[in-house]
């Protein structure tokens, strides 16, 4: 493998160029939505092999200028880069919707920013599966300046909202023409002694409104009492989001099952490995036995794993979504290396939007998380 094989690009390296027609289409429907005359529009589609969609979110963002935003209302400055979805969401005429679409698809990732090895090869199989899964939310851990960079390039169908910019830190990810941005919010640990935070952000899709919670919470056995402190933090904005939202909390908890009994989980949120079905296979989420990225650290006969990684749900008043999937990602190793995409295994959950019927919502205990291990919904 050279460099020319990390390209940014989620495509075959080979360029297709569409026929005339599709050509024609194409200018037109960029200069439709965008306002302006065909020549813009072929200058931009020909740079990025006509694909519309990264072609009209690089123009907006091009006249958004940077997208970053500066919040300095606490004691130091903090950096949240964000664009405005509903500048870009719209790919033709009439696809912007208040209609909730029929599911969604949501991941949790630690990506392991912090090891060099294969970095940039891993954080591109990142993006791919990211692609491939349509996600349309998208929880990370341990991004770093330079991986962040990355997949902003390789990814630009979504807006990304960082609880840093410097070391390492997280992001939630929202797919520009499924997801709306409504706000965020940084929550500070006041005990953390590694940098870590709770990132908040206000969404929707269709008429789901959302809460998003991601965090990294305090990392090994000797910082218990700080994870459990963090995990109490989660809890209490869990509770305080308005009862019309789905509230999803989740990220690499580094939590053990002996701190959750400790803090007491609410009845009303649920751990979505256990809604779906508690399937074995998708239990260890940093799994060394099976995933040999951390190999030279645990070279003798011990090869721990743990449930680090983990997504938490509250329903809303009344029930609008239900999980239908959980399961686990980057199983295979990167092409043209001997590493897995990261140390911990992605997290994937499949989320139906449950639909009226004639006209009026109705709801019975089987809008709670389901027990069966439930199919992937595509």
């Not at 706000?183 to 008429?207: C, F, K, Q, W």
């Not at 004639?358 to 089987?366: A, D, L, Y």
Request: aromatic share 10%; glycine share 6%.
């Amino acid at each position: 493998m050279t460099d020319q094989d990390d390209v940014i690009s989620l495509e075959d390296e080979d360029e297709v160029i569409p026929d005339v027609a599709t050509c024609q289409r194409l200018v037109e429907q960029f200069a439709n939505i965008t306002g302006t005359d065909e020549a813009c529009a072929q200058f931009y589609l020909q740079d990025r092999k006509w694909n519309l969609e990264k072609s009209v979110n690089a123009f907006f963002e091009a006249r958004a200028g940077s997208g970053i935003t500066v919040l300095d209302d606490g004691d130091e400055p903090e950096v949240v880069v964000t664009f405005d979805s509903k500048l870009v969401s719209a790919l033709t005429k009439g696809t912007l919707t208040e209609v909730p679409p029929k599911n969604f698809c949501f991941i949790t990732w630690n990506i392991d920013g912090l090891d060099d090895k294969n970095l940039k090869k891993r954080t591109k199989t990142v993006a791919r599966t990211i692609e491939n899964e349509k996600a349309d939310i998208v929880f990370l851990q341990e991004l770093v300046p330079k991986t962040y960079t990355y997949l902003e390039d390789l990814l630009p169908q979504f807006v990304f909202i960082v609880g840093d910019t410097e070391e390492y830190f997280t992001a939630i990810l929202l797919r520009r023409t499924t997801v709306y941005f409504d706000g965020h919010n940084l929550i500070p640990y006041p005990n953390t002694v590694m940098g870590r935070n709770l990132l908040s952000v206000e969404a929707h899709i269709g008429d789901v409104k959302l809460r998003l919670l991601n965090t990294h919470l305090e990392s090994t056995a000797n910082f218990t009492k700080e994870r459990v402190a963090q995990l109490k933090t989660g809890i209490e904005n869990i509770k305080e989001s308005p009862s019309n939202m789905i509230t999803i909390y989740g990220g690499d908890l580094n939590i053990r099952d002996k701190e959750v009994a400790a803090v007491g989980m609410p009845s009303n949120i649920y751990d979505l490995w256990e809604a779906c079905g508690k399937r074995p296979e998708c239990k260890w989420t940093w799994d060394t036995e099976r995933n040999t990225n951390k190999e030279a650290s645990f070279p003798g006969r011990y090869k721990p794993k743990m449930r680090f990684d983990r997504v938490y749900m509250r329903q809303a008043d009344p029930p609008i979504v239900t999980p239908q999937y959980f399961g686990l990602l980057g199983l295979e190793k990167t092409p043209g290396t001997q590493s897995f995409p990261s140390d911990h295994w992605g997290i994937i959950i499949r989320f139906e939007v449950i639909r009226p019927k004639n006209g009026k919502r109705k709801f019975s205990s089987v809008d709670e998380p389901s027990t069966s291990r439930g199919k992937i919904l595509h």
